[in-house]
């Protein structure tokens, strides 16, 4: 016997009323949209308090500013600089030393404050393993790759050649005499 509740709908009328409602939802939400940022991003942290991350974060965008660069390229530098804690008690050592020196305040200082902070440690162990973290890590992911305007390596691609950097038309032509000798085929 059927449920005198429940009414029998069909597959279109069911896709026809799913996609009205997305389609609501979607128009409303697209104005707001807008006010998001552009990447949503967590850090799982093992090593690292949120308070000690958040002092991290704050040294890595003072060492290496970049306006415009989404905070998840400089979570990157922050989750391996959490790593290296988590695998070794002298780096968290490290860290909670460095943190310490520059103060519970330093993450929301000004930016001129921070700099002059780490312009006293930048010679110290500390400022210089979070700066060549930050350089090793930042500059090699594809969200700096993005906003930087780098394609990313070019072999993958087909190499360089061939993807329109043999245009050098800025420069003469060179004669093949002064070439210099061809190799033997």
Not at 35 to 64: C, E, K, Q, Y
Not at 72 to 84: C, E, F, H, S
Not at 157 to 170: E, H, P, S, T, V
Request: hydrophobic share 50%; aromatic share 8%; glycine share 10%.
């Amino acid at each position: 016997m059927a449920d005198p509740h429940f009414a029998p709908i069909d597959r279109r009328r069911f896709i026809r009323t799913v996609t009205g409602v997305l389609t609501g939802v979607l128009a409303a939400a697209s104005p707001l949209g807008a006010l998001l940022p552009r990447r949503a991003w967590a850090l799982d942290l093992h090593a690292l308090s949120d308070g000690d991350a958040a002092g991290v974060m704050a040294t890595i965008r003072t060492i290496a500013p970049h306006d415009g660069l989404d905070d998840a390229a400089y979570a990157l530098v922050v989750g391996a600089l959490d790593a290296d804690a988590a695998a070794s008690s002298d780096t968290r050592e490290l860290l909670a030393a460095g943190l310490a020196g520059l103060g519970p305040q330093f993450a929301t200082m000004p930016e001129a404050a921070r700099v002059e902070r780490l312009r006293a440690t930048e010679s110290g162990p500390f400022f210089q393993s979070v700066r060549l973290k930050t350089l090793l890590v930042l500059y090699n992911n594809p969200i700096a790759w993005e906003h930087f305007g780098y394609e990313g390596e070019a072999f993958s691609k087909g190499g360089y050649l061939l993807r329109g950097f043999n245009d050098l038309r800025w420069l003469p032509d060179v004669p093949v005499a002064a070439s210099g000798p061809l190799p033997p085929v």
